[in-house]
């Protein structure tokens, strides 16, 4: 796959990012300049406030494992192709080294090792679809990176929160608002901040 610099088609839209990832992510938003993060935080508490309206038991630090998945989707549903509070004013990743895997595999053809081609791929680089030759080198066992996801998450929630949770997840506008009274300090005791 080929990106060219600045292209954001697939920055937009609410997702979840798991908890291993949100720890990454909040690395990665400590270490941009204050006024920065600043900017990032107004920007982020303005989609916190339609999250709030459309789930008001969501409370601090906003664990999407708190509410139902049709909650969830209703809140995604709601928010459509909202823009990413992380990309620049050139359509550039503010914490692109530290992305999520779901912005690192997207646009990627997946194809699993049981179950075949899903979900969907950039069409910019994929024109013609995915090209048979290509379908055994893009195969992977995506049961198997999802349980070493919520194997990884319960190792950190058990850690960190001192309670067990396989499926811990938050919404990256949420993240952000909470990074200062939540995330630093749990960046700091997995060892990620001084």
């Known amino acids: 796959m080929q990106c060219g610099r600045g292209c954001s088609l697939c920055c937009y839209g609410l997702f979840d990012v798991s908890f291993p990832d949100a720890l990454m992510v909040a690395e990665g938003l400590s ?3 204050d006024d920065t993060r600043a900017a990032l935080t107004a920007c982020a508490a303005a989609i916190q ?22 909650c969830i989707d209703r809140i995604v549903a709601c928010m459509g192709s909202q823009r990413c509070p992380f990309l620049d004013e ?10 999520p895997l779901a912005c690192r595999l997207e646009g990627a053809p997946m194809v699993d090792a ?6 969907d791929w950039c069409e910019l ?3 013609a679809g995915v090209p048979a030759e290509a ?9 198997q990176i999802q349980d070493a996801e919520e194997n990884l998450t319960e190792s950190l929630t058990r850690t ?7 499926c811990a997840t938050v919404f990256i506008p949420s993240l952000i608002v909470e990074f200062e009274s939540y995330w630093k300090k749990l960046l700091r005791e997995a060892g990620g901040l001084p």
């Open 49 to 70: 406030q339609t999250i709030h309206r459309e789930a008001p038991e969501l409370k601090s630090p906003f664990l999407l494992s708190e509410i139902s998945e049709e």
């Open 90 to 99: 050139q359509n550039e990743c503010l914490i692109y080294q530290y992305r």
């Open 135 to 143: 379908m055994k080198d893009l195969e992977r066992d995506y049961y």
């Open 114 to 119: 049981q179950d075949g081609l899903f979900g």
């Open 125 to 127: 680089n994929f024109t």
């Open 31 to 33: 270490t941009l300049p």
């Open 160 to 166: 960190l929160l001192g309670r067990k949770l396989s």
